[in-house]
């Protein structure tokens, strides 16, 4: 299980260099709000690490989705991440097609994560369980589930460990991988170690429980050290 760390800065980033994956965003615009492709190129020159760009909380524009993704690729990133923040599974097709496309045929060595929403009835937007298959056959490579409305409440508080585990196993089946996000705490990290996803996204644990507070470098090796 790899531990990716979300810093919204240069000199946060520049703190977040232990973490398994860098992950450039701006909390301000959102759950995976984007940040500027310059931010993600001068993030990319300070380690050798894999690093992950949001490109946001899209509704269904394919077309803007796909040229966000691609920018982010261009600009450096490793991991293409996109939220779906709208409800249907045609068009959760189309836009996941099209980013797919847009990273792949110039990028095939990088990954594309699609993410839907652990609180999706309150989002409005569709399910993780409904997402990941049509993620699957488009070509994405890793399915993720993350909280679309940042007050405080985990995942945990809309997904169980049970659920969680299901959409884990599931995903391995059909040959993606998956990531989970969402407001995690320190005490959670027990049961996300036996939900066993590929990777955990945080950002709030790591600035002492505020995510619009600053990343703590030694609150991130705590949580490695969890994780391990």
Known sequence: MQLLVSPSTIDEAKRSISADIIDVKKPSEGSLGANFPWVIREIKTLSTKPLSAAVGDFDY????????AYGAACAGADYIKIGLAFDGKEKARDVIGAVVKAVKDDFPEKYVVIAAYSDYQRMHSISPFEMAPIAAECGADIAMV?????????????????????????????????????????????????????????RGMVCGGDRNATIQEDLIKIALAMIR
């Open 61 to 68: 524009k394919p077309g803007g989705a796909s040229l966000a």
């Open 146 to 202: 993350d909280t679309g409305i940042k007050d405080r409440q985990s995942t945990f508080a809309f997904m169980n460990e049970e659920t969680l585990r299901l959409f884990t196993e599931t995903n391995k089946k059909i040959g993606l991988r998956t990531a989970l996000a969402g407001a995690f705490k320190f005490e959670d990290i027990d049961a996300l170690k036996r939900i066993n996803p590929d990777i955990i996204g945080v």
